[in-house]
């Protein structure tokens, strides 16, 4: 398979953009390695004062989901439709990886919103 994320290493890289997040760590400070939309990814420059932004690290996030979702859903095609070399291990596989990702990827959604209801919430 074509496919190569690291499953472990995806959580590994949430829980760091969430401790960021929350303790006000700049970028620079955390391992971007592998991370989708890290700043080499998106053409943002990594000096001294630069910042990744946020909305390109979601962006990056939800095209990597799609497209994983993408792949699964051609593979579970490829086998209906009885096209050689296509395993049920290889679709099976693909599919778990899909719904990890999604699964994932509607967390990060429900404590962004969850975040946002804080924040309006604040009186000031």
Do not use: C
């Amino acid at each position: 398979m074509s496919n190569d994320i690291n499953m472990s290493s995806m959580l590994l890289q949430m829980r760091s953009m969430s401790d960021m997040a929350s303790s006000g760590v700049t970028p620079l400070q955390v391992n971007n390695q592998g991370l989708p939309g890290a700043a080499e990814a998106v053409g943002v420059k990594t000096g001294e004062g630069d910042r990744v932004e946020f909305s390109s690290l979601l962006k990056s996030a939800v095209q990597q989901v799609n497209a994983i979702q993408k792949q699964s859903a051609g593979l579970k095609n490829d086998f209906v439709s009885g096209k050689e070399g296509v395993d049920l291990v290889q679709v099976m596989i693909a599919s778990e990886k899909s719904s990890v990702a999604f699964g994932a990827m509607v967390e990060v959604r429900n404590k962004l919103l969850k975040a946002y209801d804080e924040v309006k919430n604040i009186r000031v």
